[in-house]
């Protein structure tokens, strides 16, 4: 499915969001890439079980001083 | 004897313990190659001459009073430049870090310099190990040993072209999706991508965290088990790092692969990204070798290529964009094209679309995994052989689909060994893909592959400034 390509301003709305206050040259590379991370996004599976466990679990012993680790 | 810069780690160490050869020499000799071949190459970024020769000296003070501590006493050895060497110059190919100094070294170079490495330097990248090849970075890309016209792939450009042009037998890479095994692959050298978690990433400045691996590259596979056995291990310091055994691998290497089931990802190979008929017939001759050899192959079914890719992109896009943010939003015009091009996107990639391509990595990985169920390991090539060295349209990055990516996304271990010539000289590649851990079963099927076919015995041929 062809995706929309997104409207120039915005993009300039999302860029604001992220903080980048980009100077004029460096829009068309934006334009571009965003026009490939759409298409890349709209393939992610979505739907999934409310449970669904991301790829990532916090295992708070990693975290403590390297000499209060359990052996 | 053999020339020095054409021995392998296990070939001069084994010199070193009969005091057949000594550390300075051969320091002297990988130098003087350095100094004779580099400007066609642009392999290193930073040389520590002085630093070696002086550790080569003490290396060898050692050994003749109480014999070599390992294999990798006495070896000079590089290091990618965004492993952190304290005292010496890091800089990720960034003008982000020109003068960056660090002052304490990653895990790799405590490991390697306790068992008696020698560090050479530092070897060229891509900016921050991502975007390339670049000529508006620090310095320029490294070029391919086999054609300088040719590219060495990346991002462990240099590391790979140092290894294979005979510079210094020894090197640490890093792999984000593919980052060791392709320039191994073009550069017709042996690299693995360890299990993710096996060799500790504290120190190395990161490329996306929750996918990025450390790992060894050299001449055989059996110097990158030398070298595996050294940098693999638990450190309490990374928080990424696994509590497993490290086993010998290089006690590993038996020869034995009868009775291995190999799996091969048919549909990759033929419907998704289809190799060239050079590549596929260096592949299918490959998996002739192991059936001689008296492993079975069968075809095994992954998920697509294309949902790994989105999975992974997603993530390193957003994770890049968090290590970058505040350099893009304040000096944007530092970074290379190439690389503010890939990431500054990743601002723009929501909280819940990172957290869907999280949730994608799970599922993709169980797959992953549960096809192990039926095979010992799995074979695939690595990448097709390098073309030219020229500026690569931005937008290759999502059009591009490869065969390494998915083994960063699932975690698996991942050699990459040669496999043959193509016509016009450049090298073929074979990757082997392991279980989990398992690093010793791919090791092994690497080196009765290498020890089962002549690709070993030819090496870069080029000019030097004088005849070294």
Avoid at chain 2, 437 to 458: I, N
């Amino acid at each position: 499915m062809a995706l929309e390509p997104i409207d120039r301003e915005e993009l300039v709305i999302l860029a604001k969001n992220a903080g980048l206050n980009l100077p004029e040259e460096y829009f068309p590379d934006l334009v571009d890439a965003y026009g490939h991370v759409q298409e890349m996004l709209a393939r992610l599976h979505r739907g999934r079980a409310r449970g669904d466990e991301p790829a990532h679990v916090f295992v708070p012993k990693t975290f403590l001083p390297a000499g209060e680790q359990p052996a | 004897m053999m020339d020095p810069n054409f021995l392998t780690i296990a070939e001069a160490s084994d010199l070193i313990a009969q005091r057949k050869l000594s550390p300075v020499e051969l320091t002297e000799a990988c130098l003087k190659r350095l100094d004779n071949v580099d400007d066609q190459l642009n392999s290193f970024i930073t040389v520590t001459g002085e630093r070696a020769l002086e550790e080569a000296g003490a290396a060898e003070a050692e050994i003749m009073r109480s014999g070599p501590r390992g294999a990798m006493h006495g070896i000079p050895f590089c290091l990618k430049d965004i492993y952190e060497t304290a005292g010496v110059r890091t800089t990720g190919q960034s003008r982000l870090l020109a003068d960056n100094v660090p002052d304490t070294d990653c895990d790799a170079q405590e490991r390697l310099g306790r068992a008696g490495g020698v560090l050479m330097g530092k070897t060229t990248t891509w900016e921050f190990a991502h975007g390339g090849p670049s000529w508006d970075v620090v310095a320029p890309p490294a070029r391919n040993p086999w054609n300088t016209d040719h590219h060495p792939a990346g991002s462990s450009s240099g590391s790979g072209a140092a290894v294979a042009a005979g510079i210094c037998p020894a090197t640490m890479g890093t792999d984000t999706g593919g980052s060791i095994r392709l320039p191994s692959a073009v550069c017709g050298i042996a690299g693995i991508k360890p299990t993710y978690g096996r060799v500790s990433r504290r120190g190395v400045l990161p490329n996306c965290f929750s996918h990025d691996y450390c790992g060894p590259m050299a001449w055989t596979t059996e110097d990158v088990a030398i070298l595996l056995g050294i940098v693999a291990g638990h450190d309490p310091r990374d928080p990424s790092s696994a509590r497993e055994p490290v086993p010998d691998y290089r006690a590993a290497l038996s020869g034995e692969v009868a009775g291995l089931t190999i799996g091969v990802p048919y549909r990759w190979l033929e419907e998704e990204a289809p190799a060239s008929a050079e590549v596929r017939a260096a592949f299918d001759a490959s998996l002739d070798v192991f059936r001689s050899l008296g492993a079975r192959i069968r075809s095994v079914e992954l998920p697509p290529l294309e949902q790994f890719d989105d999975a992974k992109k997603t993530i390193a896009m957003s994770e890049l964009f968090t290590i970058h943010e505040k350099d893009l939003r304040t000096r944007p015009h530092l970074f290379g094209a190439s690389l503010r091009y890939r990431i500054i996107c990743g601002g723009l990639i929501r909280a819940e679309d990172y957290i869907q391509a999280m949730r994608m990595r799970l599922v993709l990985a169980q797959e992953v995994q549960a096809a192990f169920g039926q095979v010992d390991l799995i074979m695939l090539p690595t990448a097709e052989p390098a073309g030219k060295l020229e500026t690569t349209p931005h937008n290759w990055l999502f059009k591009h689909k490869g065969w390494t990516t998915a083994f960063n996304v699932s975690g698996n271990p991942a050699l990459s060994v040669c496999n043959g010539f193509a016509t016009n000289g450049m090298p073929l590649s074979l990757q082997i893909v392991g279980r989990l851990f398992d690093e010793a079963t791919v090791l092994r099927a690497g080196d009765a592959y290498e020890k089962s076919t002549p690709w070993r015995d030819r090496r870069p041929v080029l000019s030097a400034k004088v005849d070294a």
